[in-house]
């Protein structure tokens, strides 16, 4: 992937796009998107793996809860990647995500994934430069074996918001009775690194394998929703999927 | 690894060997693992992935139990793979051997292992030549991702015996009251195959990475049990493992 300066790029939607109409879209699609993961499921031969990252507060939940939350539930999972266990340590990094990644016919959803342990953990220097790059390397091979051996058809988003509307929805949090669940100190702590997560994630764009990452505006909800509704929809119709025939 | 041919090794004990003395050092080894594998155990820093491959009847079950099967079981784990589940089916490959990695501090052994991905697979045409390739590739990798994410080292023992011996092992297993459990048709069957996995296996050793098979000549136990011992002795030795400080 060539190089991006994720400053450079808009955190808004295009501009001449309209709310409404694409709110009325996105129903449309979302529509669709019952009928292709029953498909999905009924044929069980592809699986699809949904990266979810971003910075704090970009809209990872929500994206969950509005959109590949609508589908059913039998068909697909959201694993939430925190910090790892004491078990999980004593593993290589990628032990803890491999048992969750998608059976054939389901949609695995991870908010937050396997690109931690490029991000924050290069970000807070707990693991030196040639750690990251074999790690990086040691990503780009592991999805490439999902994909290549389990018919898994990846899609990385990367949910970009911008400083100023980061700020807004973490102050949010401290104000609004409803979100104060999600107020965590530690966020304030992160968000003044904002900068070296930019570049992380500029590196992790920049050294990815064949599998790309999408970039999602995503300071307006309804934008963010659209995109990746459209994409999710757009990938699943070109599996060209049909219902098995009767097994006789 | 260069090209080898198993039909050229001997299964043989090198002829200057006794085997009386040979046993006495074994037996003296196995004394010395004990106290490597609790070093191991305290050190939580390592972790050891053996892998045993051969024919059957070439005596991976007993070398389990007289030689890996004599130290702790708080640090020894065996797992056997069989055939898939259908579970396990509806996954790549190698999800269903990540879960069961080794630990830091962990001795991890495989009773056959995800090599058989590309050696009964393939010998029975289950899948084509590519994905053969494809496969012996993503296993390659996720043995570096073991040895270079998870301190990993990994010993792979392939148990060398030959036709005849075999062939006198299966027909023990049809008259000896104590063996008659392990008797199964198939093997008879699969023992027909015998060429086609000798090539197979063939191909495994000259496209693997650079962490080597050993070919071990398993024609007489005494002389498996010694070299599998030692290899593995001399293994735990070099990490020059020291117990750990007392945490003040």
Same mark, same amino acid.
């Given at each position: ?14 501009? @001449? ?10 129903? +449309? ?49 959201? +694993?939430? &990647? ?10 290589? &990094?990628?032990?803890?995500?491999? %048992? ?11 908010? %937050? ?28 091979? &592991? /999805? @490439?074996?999902?994909? /290549?051996?389990?018919?898994? %058809? ?10 100023? /509307? ?8 401290? /104000?609004?009775? %409803? @979100? ?5 100190? @530690? ?9 070296? #997560?930019?570049?992380? #994630?500029?590196?992790? &764009? ?16 309804? #934008? ?25």
């Amino acid at each position: 992937m060539a190089k991006i300066k994720l400053s450079e790029i808009s955190t808004l939607p295009p501009g @001449k796009l309209e709310k409404d109409a694409i709110k009325t879209a996105t129903a +449309q699609i979302v529509y669709e998107l019952d009928e292709l993961q029953n498909l999905l499921y009924a044929q069980h031969k592809w699986s699809v793996l949904i990266v979810l990252q971003g910075m704090d507060a970009s809209g990872k939940d929500g994206l969950i809860r509005d959109v590949l939350g609508q589908m059913n539930p039998l068909g697909v999972k959201v +694993q939430p &990647f925190k910090a790892p266990t004491e078990e999980e340590m004593d593993h290589d &990094f990628l032990w803890r995500i491999h %048992r969750y990644a998608p059976a054939k016919g389901m949609i695995q959803v991870f908010n %937050r994934s396997h690109y931690e342990d490029v991000l924050v953990q290069r970000v807070h220097k707990w693991v030196d430069s040639d750690t990251i790059k074999a790690r990086m390397k040691a990503i780009n091979d &592991f /999805e @490439k074996l999902l994909a /290549e051996h389990n018919n898994t %058809r990846i899609l990385k988003f990367y949910l970009h918001v911008s400083r100023k /509307e980061q700020a807004e929805r973490l102050k949010e949090r401290t /104000e609004d009775p %409803r @979100k104060m669940w999600k107020y965590n100190d @530690k966020d304030i702590e992160e968000a003044k690194l904002w900068k070296h #997560y930019e570049k992380a #994630y500029e590196d992790v &764009f920049r050294n990815c394998n064949d599998i790309p990452w999408i970039i999602v505006p995503a300071d307006q909800n309804w #934008y963010k929703e659209y995109l990746v509704a459209k994409t999710l929809r757009d990938m699943l119709k070109g599996l060209k999927m049909k219902y098995p025939m009767l097994k006789r």
